[in-house]
């Protein structure tokens, strides 16, 4: 389907949605005729917009089973998608940071921390 046909329909559903939303608000709704219209339009803009969005947005073919040699493989799109993300939401692997000792008591249920063993005195006379 051509991109113009895709949004001329787009939009046709758009505008049938806000004529429901027209009819229900005013004619079955305690709104007036002025109330049931905004709320129309708001709700066809929306919505044809919307689907303007997720159907006639242009995005790259996957390929077919049947035919490996056409298209994108999920690998190569996940690929062309990170390659265009910005470098800041990428994560640093190298752990938190402001961690000075690397000696630390590793943190196990249940466990409860030694109590020191008294220090034995030396009585030498």
Partial sequence: MERSVCNRNCWISGAIVG???LLFASGIGDLAWGGGLFLGVVAGGLFGALMVWLVCNERPELADAGNPGAGLTRTDWERSVADHQPDALLVSST??????STAQMPIVAGAMPRRPA?????ETP
């Fill in 19 to 21: 004529v429901l939303v």
């Fill in 95 to 100: 752990g938190p940071e402001g961690v000075t």
């Fill in 118 to 122: 008294p220090a034995e005195r030396d």
